[in-house]
């Protein structure tokens, strides 16, 4: 009987804090988990999200037969109205997960005008399903968001484990529950390969009980006497349950102040009114108007949560403590709270808006990374999961390379052999035959696609690149007007400059250059056979040899030439 080939490469979430993407080949089928994107680098100027290219799976869009979406976060799931541009494929998620994906695609054609194909089908977080004659089973795990899933696929290797994004706490609420259980299951009938996070695996001990809130904030609730202000991630469901239950404790009334009307805390709130058991919960006596919000008689009993994404959130930080918003003005007693722990890709705004809280009478509390940590598995997490999968190989995922390292060192603490710990980068993919890894790897090239709110990779290296060179040097634009038979100047020549130089200070430089690209439409006289493109670039040369020696800046310069 022919062997399973059993094939695995990530598209992204190697070396990088987001854009999860991994793709399981068992003999010709294709199945895709997660499909998310990341936010970029602070020197990816004007860059809103990343994700990864599809130009892998389009060449062998025949052979893919799901994708899986084990959780509703943005770098998990907010690639995948993308991915359906390119791949006709079902997508199965649990009922919650499922609830989020409908509304971001909705919205995704709404304001893109385009139709996908969304074929979505629901499933349990403990279901037992066969995908295209793969056995497939799901496991719930515990993380920030109700729903979160681990996957493993069958093969007669053994069984191939995704563990998600996941920690051990056996005291998390209904909806958050792992079935340690169900893995023990997957894991007694043999584990091929298990492939689990990495992001917080130098964290020592378990996550469990540092991720929570409460007992870091409940001091600071019981001694206010005014209104408290208190920022967390919408997509951080886990605290937000927390900060409700202590909403309630203190006999208070809570303000949901996401100001982007997308954000999951809106969204969970809205499928919440429609659901028996919904997620987040708040009696209407419990729930404050935003309207009411300033006025003396309500203010006092108000706990207003701001919520919203990663970058979002700091922005509205930002406008709050700068007196922009016009609703929400913080004033002497106030109580803020900042739970939103910096994410990467936010340093910047979020710097900004922590040193902007210095400049308010409010009482400030920031909750830093090391305080409050993410739902994340570190190092005893991880130790448990390898336990009860006892895998024969064991691939590192999601993280930098530097956690690749430690979450390396994790496994071979727990007994796992060196050569079966499989540390990959993005576009390397792997083979089992016969229940071994075949020593040599394929590489494909997978990039980043930048998207800046008006295209999908339209932002190429070289826009990035003028981008910077804006930031960093200014433009400098001249513009001249000739006669089209006589090459003569006909009109004065114009510069126009910003962010290059104070113009009051360095006249000198203009007049000279302008003085060079009227030398150069000189030269242009003598010369009619040259081209305008030759001309525009003369000017671009020769200035720009000038200004670098005299002003040692290089501003994007733009020679304009109009011939009447």
């Given amino acids: 009987m022919k062997k399973d080939i059993v094939r695995f490469i990530p598209m992204g979430g190697q070396a990088e804090m987001g854009k999860s993407m991994y793709c399981f080949e068992i003999n010709d089928k294709i199945f895709i988990i997660d499909s998310g994107f990341r936010f970029p680098d602070s020197d990816k100027l004007g860059v809103d999200v990343i994700i990864p290219s599809f130009t892998y799976l389009e060449e062998r869009a025949e052979q893919i037969v799901a994708i899986i979406i084990t959780h509703a976060h943005d770098d998990a799931m907010a690639a995948l109205p993308y991915l359906l541009q390119t791949v006709k494929a079902p997508v199965y998620a649990p009922n919650l997960t499922a609830d989020l994906i409908e509304q971001m695609v909705e919205r995704f054609q709404r304001h893109n005008r385009v139709r996908l194909n969304l074929d979505l089908r629901r499933v349990k977080r403990n279901a037992s399903i066969d995908i295209a004659g793969v056995p497939i089973e799901f496991f719930p795990v515990t993380h920030s968001i109700p729903g979160s899933v681990g996957v493993a696929l069958w093969t007669d290797q053994g069984y191939i484990v995704y563990s998600g994004e996941f920690i051990i706490d056996f005291g998390a609420p209904e909806g958050f529950r792992c079935d340690i259980q169900k893995m023990m299951e997957i894991g007694k009938k043999g584990v091929l390969a298990l492939l689990v996070e990495s992001s917080s695996s130098k964290h020592e001990g ?329 001309v525009r670039a003369m000017m671009k040369d020769q200035c720009m040899k000038y200004i670098v020696k005299e002003t040692g800046k290089k501003p994007v310069f733009i020679g304009v030439v109009v011939e009447k």
């Fill in 206 to 534: 378990y996550t469990s009980p540092n991720h929570k809130l409460t007992n870091k904030i409940d001091h600071i609730f019981e001694d206010s006497n005014e209104r408290i202000i208190i920022s967390s991630y919408a997509q951080n469901v886990f605290r937000t349950k927390e900060i409700i239950e202590l909403t309630k404790k203190y006999k208070r009334q809570i303000v949901f102040y996401g100001r982007d009307k997308y954000d999951n805390t809106n969204s969970l709130l809205r499928l919440g009114q429609k659901s028996k058991e919904p997620i987040i919960d708040v009696p209407n006596r419990l729930l404050g108007k935003k309207e009411n919000i300033g006025k003396p008689q309500y203010d006092s009993n108000y706990v207003i949560l701001l919520s919203g994404s990663p970058r979002r959130i700091y922005h509205d930080i930002c406008d709050i403590i700068d007196g922009g918003d016009d609703l929400l003005k913080l004033r002497k007693g106030d109580t803020f709270i900042v739970a939103s722990p910096v994410l990467p890709g936010t340093e910047k705004i979020a710097n900004k808006a922590h040193n902007g809280r210095y400049k308010t009478d409010a009482h400030i509390h920031l909750l830093k990374n090391k305080d409050l940590f993410s739902m994340h598995a570190s190092e005893e997490d991880i130790k448990v999961i390898i336990q009860i999968f006892n895998p024969k190989y064991y691939i590192p995922i999601k993280g930098e390379y530097q956690h690749f390292i430690s979450n390396m060192h994790i496994a071979k603490d727990m007994g796992i052999k060196d050569d079966h710990i499989v540390i990959l980068d993005n576009g390397e993919r792997i083979t089992f035959k016969n229940g071994e890894l075949e020593s040599a790897r394929d590489t494909f090239e997978i990039e980043d696609i930048m998207i800046d709110g008006i295209g999908i990779g339209d932002v190429g290296e070289k826009v990035i690149d003028d981008r910077i060179q804006l930031a960093n040097d200014g433009v400098v634009i001249v513009g001249l007007t000739i006669s089209r038979e006589t090459k003569d100047i006909i009109a004065q020549t114009d510069c126009q400059t910003r962010g290059f130089v104070y113009l009051k200070d360095s006249e000198y430089v203009i007049k000279h250059i302008i003085e060079i690209c009227e030398n150069v439409i000189a030269k242009y006289k003598e010369n009619p056979e040259l081209e305008v493109a030759d």
